[in-house]
Every structure is written in structure tokens, then in C-alpha cells.
């Protein structure tokens, strides 16, 4: 059988085209994805059952003593921390944040990693936006800023910018120009008509000189900026402004960068003020293909987008104090919940050992770092390709991913609900 | 269930204040019941709220809450037992929305624009939002497909496209804003009249306008186009309102209804040449509305305080943010649409703000029929919908806008004609503003009302008719109305004393309409193109699964 | 003057939620009332005699509060007080007298971030450092810090006094990364070194007595004496057309800026 238009469940492309061959209930070929993808479709060596942790030992178990221990963990923690969601469709992330509802915890995805900051950014600001085939129709030129698509989204350029035709684009790389900005050559950066490499830690100043140069105060700037002459910046000023529609896309580049969310802010503003000129539009370019959807479902839900502390019964939100990895780092966390993602390979390595410290409940369906440090291990079935859902693209755009093959394990969705009945009942006896 | 002895306002079947019972069964009015007894010996009873226009879901929503943590400080419930905990004012998290609607009587309320392509997100949002039955109206003004049909003069492929378009966002009508402009602001432009083309379309404001019209009532559909004027939020822009009122005029409606709705009329009725000498031409708006019968229109009445304005006309919301260096998002939607979001105060001694606050409540009390002009804030473009009782109040007490006007700029009473108004709406006015009226231009024939085989909606306030004087005790009132004493949704109690006791999930509506096939397949041949060369997304991935709606009321229309 | 001092009767395993720690609350209530207040341990609501040992002097007049030990994991003390006093005498959580109208409050030790923030007036001491965001806003929001004065003996950390609209913030060390970014009208001293240093200035002042890198949105002007150095003095941020004045001892130069 051939399933046509698979969304893919790897990067936040979330390509939508992909046709996926399948046999006696196996897929058996994957065509138009990426090599990323197509491996993620296929995927890999599966947790086999439920596990805890018993004597130091993981050591197979049921899926109803894995939520009972799972449930006991988090209904006895004072301040658990639900972690991850990236890797998930929008059906599980409901359900986590009832759960951490109902355990009074503190409730993120791996925005605290990626682009918390640029949400940030948002929250100042505000962001000037489009949906990516807005772009492929219309941009003539496109900016990358501390982000390489031609290795962390491979089809980013063909489908959605340099590389894609539509309406107002029909001639394709040849009728855009393409603007990068990254403190080293990368393979996107040989694509580039103009390629500045900045020093590390100079994107605020850099960003903050070109909002000079457009808002008509360039003679003012000194000669060079971090690096880069007065005359390179103001070509590629010129090169914004004289653009027909620009469409400016920034990676963890710019976001982990010294400065931070003040990054993104200024290039938001950047942005704002090159509409006044022509039409200019921003974009983070989100990583997992999912976290996008948890922002959405977190905000609608508890009117925050991520890093929602539950603790007193209503949603609180601070970054820096209620993000994951500043719970993690405070040592204020004394549980944990880690759902489809992998903290023990993404955080830095003092965050990781505080989370080692305390009770960890691991749903995922792959085994991974964190799979070590856990004490309950629930295996779930692959979001997108053994059960439905719903994924948010990197431009917010909802699609359905679909189900391919079936699965004996559980959704997370229904793991989710299994642990929420068990913490219900620990509410009920006490 | 029986409601007991209420004084009833129900002014689509005729009655204005009479005491009676209320019997209902099986989620709907009869005549006559059994079961629980709601003691409502003298006190105001209505059918449920109905509100015709407002963003509670979707994109641009959600847009607002993730700029605005700020907002989200204020308005925290914790969760109980039955209730998800609470943020927000302007933009509310899903829950507060449906507890908050409840609390104050209404059961229905629709969301007034989606882009088709992003439904999928607007349906999300509306299965979060408790008791209320809700509804999404579906944008089309800046529609590639549309601007095409609409430039070769092509009706019967447009009425395909608009039942496909409704289809594909399981939505309930045809939403038009600022037509033309959201394609103009592609490239960063707006269309600045009814005559001015639309770049690259080779069509005009006017041509969509009453090619929709023509479409929509070529469908039969339950409601009639629902317009955002062009020029919205300019200085002198009542001049577009009244042509664009005029250009429809000798379209006949299909059904019993306006054959154009116009929208939070206070942003369309400016005058001045400019922000200086900007001022009200409510009454002329009025006085068209009065002589006219087939055009409604809502009040979009401003509130004090906190707003977030979220539209499709993207190219507004960028002058808006530009003019008071706010926060500003956009997001551009692929061959569909465009759309801003900006926080505003309103200031009570800004005098532009003074003089819009006058406008909303001006084309409210010299409008004579209320039939004609729905209660509305356009929620949260002129302020909360929270703040309806405020606005019911000042509309019932000359002694309340009185009060207010004299905390306002002196320009209120230079530029309005607010302070010579004595007009005080009693309870029938107001039960046709809120209820009848929204359901009739609507096209919703089981609610806004109580007669038998009404869904079983209704409001019963802790207030007695006979004995308060809503223009001398207008705090009385006002509270009361924030706070009814029961709701009852679907023959269920959701509130009682003020307090949300039961949860039901609401419904949704949405218009399947059935076209000729030829004109279908047409559609369809169009549209293998746009997915082909310009959607950066697969055809098969477009339209709302039923997954999203999973408790719909599909309302049939249609040619065949 | 009347005195309640509160010991930790326990290291806390996760952090406290103590807005009730106040001394314009406190002078209003008995020792029996001030024991039954409300204190959040993560999500477990107790009073403060179940966490605390508290203590009343029974005097008369005004109230001091004296908080002995490690006040290091408990947030939001003197948050929202409008007078009296607090005495930290070992360190203090974050979100300290946030939101905070009046009175005073003087820590020994160090204290965590968002000192101070929505400050209205009165004034905070600290002995030793400050976290991240002292003065500072809350996320969204147009003003942080709008009256009063924060004096931090030692240093502070990142984004000092953000969008701070008023009031008064004086930092004897280094302050981190992008003190006084939007500054509306706020005045900011550092005795020590800083990084970019009023991003997005509108108005106020900000003194850098030690070394800092200069956004090139500033325009150099001239040097001015300030209590009695020579310093450079830059007008900004002038992409928000701003009129701030940022004045520094040593210009971070290495080779990019003129100065």
C-alpha cells in the first residue's frame, strides 16, 4: 500500500508530501523526505515494555504498575517539572497540561532549549509574520540569520524559500537574492549572494546597526562593526530595503547567542521598521516538529506559552525562574516527568546532573540518555506514524499527521491518561 | 425543567415583560414538562445570549496571548473541582472564555474570522471552550480564488468556491475584511477605496463585495455576508461605510434577513479630514440605517482601559502600531488573507478615544429599531466582551452616560451628539440586541428566543423588572448582569448564583451547501492548480478533518 | 518599633512563596494571626508556623521584621509593601520586595533575581550581590521599576533595571549584561564594568564607572565630569530616537568603535 501526502515527523518543515510504502503492516520505503526524515519515519530500535527502577536495576514491569508508580512520583512531588512535548502531536500536550494541573507542577517544553528566547522576543515586540508559502510566492529576498537549513532543514530552501517558485517567484533562486549572517562559512552560507560573518556574541550590535542604516542615521556609525565595514552593512541594508518582499529567518544562532532574547527583540524590531519601507517578515526557525504545537496548545489552554507553573492552582509564568532548565538548575525540581524528548543529551551537563538527583518518568518510544537517568520508563507509540495528531509547522500552520502502521503500544495520549486516572485516585484516598 | 414566574422577554414571539413559565425538555422549549422547578417568581428572564461577533479562537487570538504574558497576570481563577484554572482579560485562555460567557447568560457565541487554511486551529480553540455553542465565520475578501472568479465575472464558480471554502473550514458564513487589502498588503500595499484595484487582480473592493453578496445569496446561506468596511479607522471613513451600504442595495436577500451585516459599525462612522479635527458621523450613519431595511449592523462599542485589536486588515493594525510605537504582530496566510495583532489603552482623556467611546454608543440610541444593531465590543478590538453589562447600562441610563461623560475629554460633547440624547432602551430593546437580533442576522432559528422548539437557553437575572429602575440604578443592574442568577444551556444548569455548577460541552455550527457539479468540478480543477504551483502544502492536508468538530450542527443550504 | 523575627525551622527542600512576609501586614495582626498566615511550599499550602519559628518583641509603632538564616529559597518577601522595615540577615529568594511601594528593606547577604521588580518606592540595600533582572519588568510589560532606590553593594547580574521607567538603582560592582535596556526615565549607576549598556534607551541616565562595550546606535558627545571622573558621554539609543545619556569611564575598544 502507498500512503501519499505523509507529514513528516522530524524538523518544524513539517513536510507534508512525503509518500510512504507499506507492507504487512511495515513501512517499507519512504520517498520525497529528507535523510532526516525518511530515518525518523522508519525509525529505530523501540523501548520493548514498561520499566522501574528496582535496586539500581531497570526491570520490566505492566503498563498499570508503571502509571501507578509514575502516578505516586509526581502526586507526591512538591514541585514536579513536565518536561519535553516536542516530539508529540497536540492531543498528548493537552493532556500533559491537565496533568500537571492536577499535580500543582511546572510545566515546559524544549523551547527552554531552542527558542524560548525568541518567544521572548515576541512578548516585547510582537512578530511580524507569514506563513512559509507566503514566501515561497512572494519573498525576493531571504535572510538567514544563525541558522543553516542546509543541514537542520534540508528542504526548507526548495519548498518554502531561496530555491522555491510560486506566483510573484516563478524564476526561483534566480529572481532572489539570499543574505547570510553567521559567525562561520556554512553550507548555506556558499548559497549566499552576501555572506557576513560576525564575531561571536556581536549579533545585537550588528542587528542594532543596520536599524541605523534603515532608519536613515547610517552616517552616524563608526567605520566597522563587530567585524563587518560600514560598507558591507549598508549593501546589505540596501539589499533589504530594495526587496520586494523579505522574509528573514533566524536559528539557535541568534537565539543562544550572547544576548539572548535581546537578539531576537532587536531583530524584530529590524523587521518592523524595514515594513516601512517594503514588506519584511521573521521567522525563528523551530527544530523539533512539534515544539511550535505545544506553544500553541499552552497558550490557548493557560494563556502562557510555555515555562506555566502550576503550583499555586493558576498559571504562573517566568522565565528564568519557571523554565525548565532554571527549575532544574535552582534545584527547586523534586520530580520529574520527561515526554518525547531527550534532556539528558540537550541540557548542559549541570542541569542534567540535578536532574539525575531526583525521580525521573521517561514516555517515549525510543530509548535515549535519559532513558538512564529514569526511574520509570513508559514506551509509547511513535506520534505520526503509529497514531494521528496534530502538529503546528514552524510558521504556526496546523496540519494532521496520520497514522501509517499500527502499534501495540499505547499513545501518549492515552499513557497520559493512564497516569492522570492513578493521580486522580491518589487525590481520591487522600 | 420548569422556569416559574419569571417576567420574560422574548421578543421574537412578541413578548415584552409578561410573567410566565418556561417549559423545557430534552435540551429544548415545549409546552409543557416536568422535572426540576427553577423558582424565577419575578425575576428577569431572556432567552440566552447570542453574541454575533467576536475573537475568541483561532490564530490571531492565540497570537494575542503569546505577545501579551502581561495580560495574562490579570483574570486568575485556580482550577476547582469541575473548573480549569483562569487568565486573562482581553485574551482570556479558552476556559475563562466559556465561564465567563456563561456567567453572564450567554450561550452562543461566534467567532468571527478564520482563514480557511488555518480553521484547523480556529476548531482547536472552539472544542476548549466550554458550555457555549459556538460557530467560526470564514474570510474570503483577499481570496486568490475569489478575486479571480470575481474578476472574470465567473458567480456560479464563486457560490462553488465560497460552499467549498465553508466546507474546507467547517465554517459557518461568509467574513469579508477590508476586501482586496489583505492581498495588497502581500507586498505591503492596501486598497484605499471601493474603486481602487487590487494589484495583480484586476478587480476592485466593490466587485468582491457584491460578488459575494450575490454568491452568498445564490447559496441561500443562514447568514448574509458579515463586512468589515474598506478604510476602517480613518478619519472621514463614514463616507466608505455609506456607499458600500448603498452597493448592495438592489441585491434581494433569499432568506428573512439583511442582505449585508457591517460590522463594529464605531470603527466605519469618522468624520474630520484627519485625526485633528476627527469627530462622529454616527448620526448620518443613523439616520441611513433608519430609512434603510436591508443592512445590520454591531456596535463594536470601545471600552476604557485594556485592548487587544486583532483583524484581518493587516495593513490597519501596522498604522495602528506605528502611531502609538506598540507592540505589533502580522501574519500573512498564503493566497487567503492577511491579519495584525496590537495591544492598545484607551484613554478616557484621550479625545480621539472619547469621541469613539460616544460614536458605538451614538449609532446604538439613534438607530430606532434595535432590531438593526447588534450589542457587541468586537471583543477585544473595542474592549472585552466582560464588559457587556457596562455597556447595557449605558445604554439604559442617560444618568450613567451622563456620569461617564463627565470623566471624558471636553471634545465628547463638541464632536458627538452623545449629551442630547435622552433615549434610555428598556429590557425589549435589550432583549432583541443580545438575543433575537444576533440569532435572526444569524440565521439561527433555535436560538434568541423561547418559543417552542427553541434550544433550551436561557438566562434568568437576579433582578426584578417591575421594581428596579435600570436608568436610576444602573450599579445594581450592571452587577447583576455580570452575574445572573441561573443559566441554563441546553435545558442543563451551568450557573447558579453566579457560579459556574455544570460543564457541558458546547456545539458547533457549520454550513455544508450543496452547489451544481459542474461548477464544483471547476472549483476543484482550479484549485489541483493553486495546491500544484503556489500552497506550500498537499490539497488531501487542507481542509478540517472531522477529528476538530466533533460535536457539530450542520446547517444544510445550497442551489440544487 | 516592634520586632518579629522568623528563623527556618528546616533547610527547605523546595522553594517557599512568602508574599505574606510584610511588615505593613504584620503591623496588623497578632503573633497567634502572623504564625496562621499562608506560606506556599511548592504546591503545598502551610502557614508560617509550620516552616518558620516567629517571634514578637511586643513593642509598639512602627514594624521590623528580621529574618534569620538562610532566606535563600523563599521568594517574594516584602512583596507589594507600602512601609515598615526588613532585615535579611543571611541571603533572600527571588522576586524580593517586588511590586514594592514604600518602607525599606536591607539584606546582609545576597539576593536572588527580580529584586525590586515593579518597584513603586522605598529602598532595598543589599550587602552582598544581586541576581538577574533587578529593577526590572515583567515579561510584556512597559515599566519595570518606576520609584524608589535599589542600592547592591557587590555586583548584579544581567539585564539590571530593564525597562526601568523611574527611581533610582546604584551598583558599587560590575553589572552584567544589558543594564538599563529601555530605560524610560530611570537612573542607573555602575561602579564597575557592564555589556551594551542601554539597548533601546529612550530616557533617563545610566553611569558606567568601570569599562563597557558602547552600542554603535550611540552618538558620542563629550566627556563630562561625574563625582569627579572624566567620563565619555554617549546620547541613545538613537534606533528608538532616543535621548538617554549613558556615560562611560572606559570604552570597551577593540578595534570596531571610534572611542
Known amino acids: 500500500m502507498i500512503v501519499e501526502d505523509v507529514l513528516c515527523p522530524f524538523c518544524g518543515c513539517l513536510c507534508d508530501d512525503i509518500r510512504v510504502e507499506v507492507e504487512d503492516d511495515r513501512i517499507t520505503k519512504v520517498n520525497r523526505a529528507c535523510r532526516l526524515g525518511a530515518s525518523k519515519i522508519r525509525g529505530h530500535e523501540r523501548i520493548k515494555a514498561p520499566m522501574v527502577r528496582e535496586d539500581g536495576e531497570l526491570v520490566e514491569t505492566s503498563y498499570e504498575e508503571a502509571y501507578r508508580r509514575a502516578a505516586q512520583i509526581l502526586y507526591q512531588a512538591k514541585r514536579p517539572l513536565l518536561y519535553g512535548w516536542c516530539s508529540t502531536v497536540c492531543e498528548a500536550h493537552k493532556k500533559g497540561i491537565l496533568l500537571a494541573e492536577e499535580v500543582g507542577g511546572v510545566i515546559d517544553s524544549t523551547a527552554t532549549v531552542c527558542h524560548g528566547p525568541s518567544i521572548i522576543g515576541i512578548e516585547e515586540k510582537g512578530l511580524a509574520g507569514a506563513t512559509l508559502g507566503q514566501v515561497k510566492n512572494r519573498a525576493d529576498l531571504i535572510v538567514f540569520w544563525g541558522s543553516n537549513p542546509a543541514e537542520a532543514h534540508p528542504r526548507h530552501s526548495l519548498r518554502y524559500s531561496t530555491n522555491a517558485r510560486g506566483k510573484f517567484t516563478e524564476g526561483g533562486r534566480s529572481d532572489k537574492k539570499v543574505i547570510v549572517v553567521d559567525v562561520r562559512k556554512t553550507r548555506s552560507s556558499k548559497n549566499a549572494d552576501k555572506f557576513l560573518q560576525i564575531r561571536p556574541g556581536t549579533d545585537y550590535e550588528v542587528i542594532s546597526a543596520l536599524r541605523m542604516i534603515v532608519g536613515g542615521n547610517g552616517d552616524l556609525l563608526p567605520e566597522r562593526v563587530a567585524g563587518i565595514s560600514k560598507d558591507d552593512l549598508v549593501d546589505a541594508a540596501e539589499m533589504m530595503k530594495a526587496a520586494r518582499f523579505g522574509a528573514f529567518f533566524f536559528g539557535l544562532g541568534l537565539t543562544h547567542s550572547r544576548g539572548s532574547y535581546k537578539n531576537i527583540d532587536n531583530g524584530l524590531s529590524l523587521v518592523n521598521e524595514l515594513n516601512s519601507h517594503t514588506k519584511f517578515m521573521i521567522m525563528p526557525m523551530r527544530g523539533h516538529y512539534n515544539v511550535s504545537g505545544f506553544g500553541q496548545v499552552c497558550a490557548w489552554e493557560t494563556g502562557y506559552p510555555m515555562a506555566v507553573d502550576f503550583s499555586r492552582g493558576f498559571p504562573y509564568f517566568n522565565p528564568g525562574e519557571t523554565a525548565a532548565c532554571d527549575v532544574l538548575a535552582n534545584g527547586e525540581a523534586d520530580a520529574a516527568l520527561v515526554v518525547a524528548a531527550d534532556p539528558a543529551s540537550n541540557f548542559p551537563r549541570s542541569v542534567v546532573e540535578k536532574l539525575a538527583e531526583i525521580p525521573v518518568v521517561q514516555i517515549d518510544p525510543f530509548e535515549n540518555p535519559t532513558t538512564l537517568i529514569s526511574d520509570v520508563v513508559i514506551p509509547s507509540a511513535v506520534a505520526g506514524v503509529e497514531v494521528e495528531g496534530t502538529a503546528y509547522r514552524m510558521d504556526g500552520l496546523s496540519l494532521r499527521m496520520k497514522k501509517l502502521v499500527t502499534s501495540s503500544y499505547p499513545s501518549d495520549e492515552e499513557v497520559l491518561d493512564g497516569i492522570i486516572e492513578e493521580v486522580r485516585r491518589l487525590g481520591d484516598d487522600n | 425543567m420548569i422556569i416559574k414566574g419569571g417576567i420574560v422577554y422574548d421578543p421574537t414571539n412578541g413578548i415584552f415583560g409578561e410573567e410566565m413559565d418556561i417549559f423545557l425538555d430534552g435540551g429544548k422549549v415545549v409546552e409543557e414538562a416536568k422535572g426540576e422547578e427553577i423558582d424565577a417568581q419575578g425575576l428577569l428572564v431572556m432567552p440566552g445570549g447570542v453574541d454575533a461577533h467576536t475573537h475568541i479562537a483561532g490564530t490571531k487570538v492565540n497570537t494575542g496571548r503569546i505577545m501579551r504574558p502581561e495580560d495574562a497576570r490579570s483574570g486568575l481563577e485556580p482550577k476547582t473541582k469541575i473548573l480549569r484554572p483562569c487568565t486573562g482579560y482581553t485574551v482570556p485562555n479558552c476556559y475563562a472564555i466559556g465561564y465567563r460567557y456563561a456567567r453572564m447568560g450567554y450561550t452562543t457565541v461566534f467567532e468571527a474570522a478564520t482563514p480557511i487554511l488555518e480553521a484547523r486551529h480556529t476548531h482547536e480553540e472552539l472544542e476548549e471552550i466550554p458550555i457555549v455553542d459556538k460557530g467560526a465565520l470564514t474570510l474570503f475578501g483577499s481570496n486568490w480564488e475569489v478575486l479571480e472568479c470575481v474578476r472574470d465575472g465567473d458567480l456560479d464558480k464563486l457560490a462553488a468556491y465560497v460552499a467549498w471554502g465553508l466546507r474546507a473550514s467547517r465554517g459557518y458564513g461568509v467574513k469579508v475584511v477590508n476586501p482586496g487589502g489583505g492581498e495588497a498588503w502581500g507586498f505591503g500595499g492596501n486598497v484605499k477605496g471601493l474603486d481602487d484595484p487590487v494589484p495583480n487582480f484586476d478587480t476592485t473592493p466593490r466587485e468582491i463585495i457584491r460578488g459575494l453578496v450575490k454568491a452568498n445569496e445564490m447559496l441561500n446561506l443562514p447568514h448574509s455576508v458579515h463586512l468589515h468596511t474598506n478604510n476602517l479607522g480613518k478619519p472621514g471613513n463614514y463616507t466608505t461605510a455609506l456607499e458600500t451600504l448603498d452597493i448592495v442595495k438592489d441585491i434581494a436577500p433569499t432568506r428573512d434577513r439583511q442582505v449585508l451585516h457591517v460590522t463594529h459599525m464605531q470603527f466605519s462612522s469618522y468624520g474630520g479630514t484627519g485625526w485633528r479635527d476627527f469627530k462622529s458621523e454616527a448620526p448620518q450613519i443613523a439616520e441611513y440605517f433608519n430609512r434603510n431595511d436591508h443592512v445590520t449592523m454591531d456596535m463594536g462599542q470601545l471600552i476604557f482601559g485594556n485592548a487587544t485589536t486583532m483583524t484581518a486588515d493587516a495593513p490597519l493594525e501596522y498604522s495602528n502600531a506605528r502611531l502609538l510605537h506598540a507592540k505589533w504582530s502580522n501574519h500573512d496566510i498564503e493566497l487567503e488573507e492577511s491579519s495584525g495583532v496590537v495591544p492598545l489603552v484607551y484613554g478616557r482623556k484621550m479625545p480621539i478615544n472619547a469621541i469613539q467611546w460616544a460614536i458605538g454608543l451614538e449609532l446604538a440610541l439613534l438607530t430606532e429599531s434595535p432590531w438593526k444593531t447588534l450589542l457587541t465590543t468586537d471583543h477585544p478590538n473595542g474592549g472585552p466582551f466582560v464588559n457587556y453589562p457596562e455597556v447595557i447600562t449605558l445604554l439604559m441610563s442617560g444618568a450613567k452616560r451622563e456620569e461617564e461623560m463627565a470623566t471624558l475629554h471636553e471634545l465628547v460633547a463638541k464632536r458627538t451628539v452623545l449629551p442630547t440624547i435622552e433615549r434610555e432602551m428598556d429590557w425589549g430593546d435589550i432583549a432583541v440586541m443580545t438575543r433575537a437580533a444576533p440569532a435572526k442576522v444569524l440565521g439561527l432559528a433555535e436560538k434568541g428566543h423561547l418559543g417552542v422548539g427553541a434550544d433550551a437557553d436561557v438566562t434568568v437575572y437576579d433582578l426584578r423588572p417591575e421594581k428596579i429602575d435600570p436608568a436610576r440604578d444602573h450599579k445594581r443592574v450592571k452587577e447583576a448582569l455580570g452575574r445572573v442568577k441561573y443559566t441554563i444551556k441546553g435545558g442543563e444548569v451551568v450557573v447558579r448564583d453566579g457560579e459556574i455548577v455544570a460543564v457541558p460541552r458546547g456545539r458547533t455550527y457549520w454550513v455544508d451547501a450543496s452547489v451544481p457539479e459542474k461548477d464544483a468540478e471547476r472549483v476543484q480543477a482550479d484549485l489541483v492548480d493553486k495546491f500544484d504551483k503556489y500552497y506550500s502544502i498537499q490539497k488531501s492536508n487542507y481542509m478540517v478533518q472531522d477529528a476538530y468538530v466533533t460535536n457539530p450542527v450542520v446547517v444544510k443550504a445550497g442551489v440544487i | ?259
Open chain 3, 1 to 259: 518599633m516592634r520586632e518579629i523575627a522568623i528563623v527556618p525551622l528546616q533547610e527547605f527542600e523546595v522553594p517557599l512563596e512568602a508574599e505574606n512576609i510584610r511588615p505593613d501586614l504584620f503591623a496588623t495582626l497578632s503573633l497567634e494571626e502572623i504564625r496562621d498566615l499562608e506560606v506556599w511550599e511548592g504546591n503545598r499550602k502551610r502557614v508560617l508556623s509550620d516552616l518558620f519559628s516567629v517571634a514578637d518583641d511586643d513593642g509598639t509603632g512602627e514594624c521590623l521584621i528580621r529574618l534569620d538564616g538562610d532566606f535563600s529559597r523563599v521568594k517574594r518577601i516584602g512583596e507589594g509593601m507600602r512601609e515598615g522595615k526588613i532585615l535579611v540577615r543571611g541571603n533572600v529568594g527571588m522576586r524580593a520586595g517586588s511590586g514594592m511601594h514604600g518602607g525599606s528593606m536591607q539584606i546582609e547577604g545576597d539576593a536572588g533575581d527580580w529584586l525590586g521588580r515593579e518597584m513603586r518606592g522605598g529602598s532595598i540595600n543589599v550587602k552582598g550581590n544581586a541576581g538577574n533582572y533587578v529593577g526590572s519588568r515583567y515579561w510584556g510589560e512597559r515599566c519595570g521599576m518606576r520609584g524608589g532606590e535599589i542600592k547592591i553593594e557587590g555586583s548584579a547580574g544581567a539585564y539590571l533595571g530593564d525597562h526601568i521607567c523611574g527611581g533610582r538603582i546604584v551598583v558599587k560592582g560590575d553589572a552584567g549584561d544589558f543594564p538599563g535596556a529601555s530605560n524610560r526615565g530611570g537612573a542607573i549607576t555602575i561602579g564597575g564594568d557592564a555589556h551594551l549598556p542601554g539597548a533601546e534607551m529612550v530616557s533617563g541616565a545610566i553611569v558606567v564607572k568601570g569599562r563597557a562595550r558602547v552600542l554603535p546606535s550611540y552618538g558620542f558627545q563629550e566627556t563630562a565630569e561625574i563625582e569627579g571622573k572624566l567620563l565619555w558621554k554617549f546620547v541613545g539609543d538613537l534606533v528608538e530616537k532616543g535621548k538617554g545619556e549613558l556615560y562611560v569611564a572606559l570604552v570597551e575598544d577593540d578595534g570596531q568603535l571610534d572611542k
